[in-house]
C-alpha cells in the first residue's frame, strides 16, 4: 500500500469543516517539526491563509455578494495552500504511517470509506473569560468533527447543566455565578454520530 495524505477533503468540506480540519493539520505538523522541519508552503503562510479565510466566511455570513465572492476566493487559495502541504507530508514522511498520521492528514485508503466514530476530544481546557462570570472552554480540534457539543455543569446540589454547541473547539460560557466550582466535558458530531465525552476540566468562577 503507498502511503499518502488523503486530498479529498479538501474540496468536500463544509466551510465550518474545512476550518476545524485545517486547524488539525497546522497544529499536528507544529508539534511534529522533528518529522516535518521544513513544511512547503511554510506553516506561517498556511496559517495566515487560515486566518484570512476564517475571517472571510465570518464576514460573509451577514455580509455582501462581493464578501461571498471573496470568501470563496480565500478558500481556493487556502485550498492551493493544503494541496502543495500534502504533497511535501508524502515525501517528509517516507512511507511510514505513523508519520502520516502525526501530519494531521488523513491516510487515503484505496476504497475511501466513511469516517467511523470519531476519538473523543483532547486536551480539554477550563479558564477564566475576558470579565467576571464568563469561562472559556477549549479542546484539541478533532479531524472530521462539523461541530463541539458543550456540557458545564455547577457543582452544587441539584444543578442543572448548562448545553452549548459550537463549530469551533472552543466556547466561551457567559453568565456564570462568580464563586462557583464548575466542570466542563465536551464530544464531537461526525459523520457517524457523537463521539464519547472528553475528560472533564475544573475551575471556580471569577
Not at 66 to 72: N, S, T, V
Amino acid at each position: 500500500m503507498i502511503v499518502k495524505p488523503a486530498i479529498s477533503w479538501i474540496a468536500t468540506d463544509s466551510d465550518p469543516l474545512f476550518i476545524n480540519d485545517s486547524k488539525v493539520v497546522v497544529t499536528s505538523m507544529t508539534d511534529n517539526v522533528d518529522i516535518y522541519p521544513t513544511p512547503m508552503p511554510p506553516l506561517s503562510e498556511v496559517q495566515t491563509g487560515l486566518d484570512k479565510f476564517s475571517n472571510a466566511v465570518a464576514v460573509a455570513a451577514t455580509g455582501t455578494s462581493a464578501d461571498i465572492i471573496y470568501r470563496k476566493n480565500q478558500r481556493l487559495v487556502l485550498m492551493n495552500l493544503l494541496r502543495q502541504l500534502a504533497s511535501y507530508v508524502q515525501v517528509a514522511c517516507k512511507g511510514d504511517m505513523q508519520n502520516l498520521v502525526l501530519s494531521g492528514f488523513p491516510i487515503q485508503k484505496p476504497n475511501r470509506q466513511a469516517i467511523g466514530q470519531l476519538p473523543a476530544p483532547g486536551n480539554i481546557s477550563l479558564v477564566q473569560g475576558p470579565i467576571s462570570g464568563t469561562l472559556i472552554a477549549s479542546v484539541n480540534a478533532v479531524f472530521g468533527a462539523a461541530n463541539y457539543n458543550w456540557k458545564l455543569t455547577p457543582n452544587t446540589p441539584g444543578a442543572t447543566p448548562l448545553l452549548a454547541q459550537s463549530t469551533a473547539s472552543f466556547y466561551l460560557f457567559t453568565g456564570l455565578t462568580p464563586g462557583v466550582n464548575y466542570t466542563a466535558v465536551a464530544n464531537a458530531l461526525g459523520a457517524a454520530g457523537l463521539s464519547d465525552w472528553s475528560n472533564p476540566a475544573s475551575v471556580f468562577c471569577n
